[in-house]
């Protein structure tokens, strides 16, 4: 294209627009007129509830996920927190109940030691109390250990009670321990008597382990279920009144003489931990007197001779 072609007349006034300068001090002064309108008269408020109402569902769903993301976490924050405190209430649950428990077992044994000093003034020999430490390692044998032994005074054959009844005796002496036999053991034996009848009897350990048996009662004695049976203090062991079984059951034998009476001890050697020591009865009891030396069958014979 030749040069001469080329419009060179300058573009009109119009078409440049208003400067920058001009546009700032325009858009300025409208905003500042808009924040004293707003101010004064609120020209902006219907407008804006206008936006806002329209723009509301679209906050809500954009909201959503956030929500979602915040509830997620505050859901498994308390979660957390929860499982916290439960596995810290059953801790001290636990710690509770092993206190109720500890408490309980107190009780019982106050309740046992109690019943124990209230039986030692009724008692008219010499007692001590003393601890069962653990079963006697023998299987074969129903025996016991306590903490008392010959430093204590405790003698052989010594009765050992407890507020229930009589538990068994001392068969072997150590320094600082004893070897309590109880009375379900197969080779125990100890005299009773029937608080009912007052008709004296044995009672023997039952060789299968469980319980007494009265021995050699004849099929028609006077023996019931229900009765109690008591020491009947003739051995020179125990004292006289001691409760010591239950008759449980009765099976009078057609064809044998004698009846087979089954006993219940009314002390439970499973369930006591204190006890009494008795000392036994023949060695309170007073001598026995030495014979006297024996006079002579005859008077000396008087003097022989007759008259002279």
């Known amino acids: ?62 909201r959503v996920p956030v929500d979602a993301w915040q509830g997620g976490s505050e859901y498994f924050l308390g979660l957390e927190e929860a499982l916290a405190a439960e596995a810290k209430a059953r801790q001290e649950l636990s710690v509770q109940a092993v206190r109720a428990a500890r408490v309980e077992q107190l009780m019982q044994e106050n309740l046992r030691l109690r019943a124990l000093l209230d039986l030692r003034p009724a008692l008219k020999v010499r007692s001590q109390a003393a601890e069962i430490l653990y079963d006697a390692p023998d299987p074969y044998s129903r025996k016991v250990i306590i903490d008392r032994g010959a430093r204590h005074g405790v003698a052989l054959a010594s009765p050992i009670i407890n507020e229930a009844g009589v538990l068994g005796q001392v068969t072997r002496v150590y320094p600082y321990s004893a070897e309590v036999t109880l009375l379900t053991d197969k080779e125990a034996a100890i005299p009773v008597l029937n ?6 009897s044995a009672a023997f350990g039952n060789p299968n382990g469980a319980g007494l048996e009265l021995r050699f009662m004849a099929g028609n004695a006077d023996v019931q279920v229900g009765d109690e049976l008591s020491t009947s203090g003739v051995d020179g062991i125990y004292p006289a009144g001691v409760p010591v079984a239950k008759v449980i059951n009765i099976d009078r034998r057609v064809d044998s003489g004698f009846a087979r009476i089954a006993l219940a001890p009314l002390s439970s050697p499973d369930s006591v931990r204190h006890v009494l020591v008795l000392e036994p009865v023949g060695v309170q009891m007073p001598a026995k007197p030495e014979p006297e030396p024996a006079k002579a069958a005859s008077a000396p014979a008087g003097r022989k001779g007759g008259r002279k």
């Not at 001009?22 to 101010?39: E, H, I, K, N, Q």
């Not at 608080?195 to 004296?200: H, L």
């Open 1 to 62: 294209m030749a040069l001469g072609m080329l419009d060179r007349t300058p573009p009109p006034f119009f078409r440049q627009g208003p400067s920058a300068l001009t546009r700032l001090m325009f858009f300025s002064a409208l905003a500042l007129f808009l924040m004293v309108a707003d101010t004064r008269f609120q020209l902006t408020q219907p407008l804006r509830a206008i936006f806002a109402t329209v723009l509301h569902p679209v906050e809500r769903v954009l």
């Open 195 to 200: 608080n009912r009848t007052q008709a004296r």
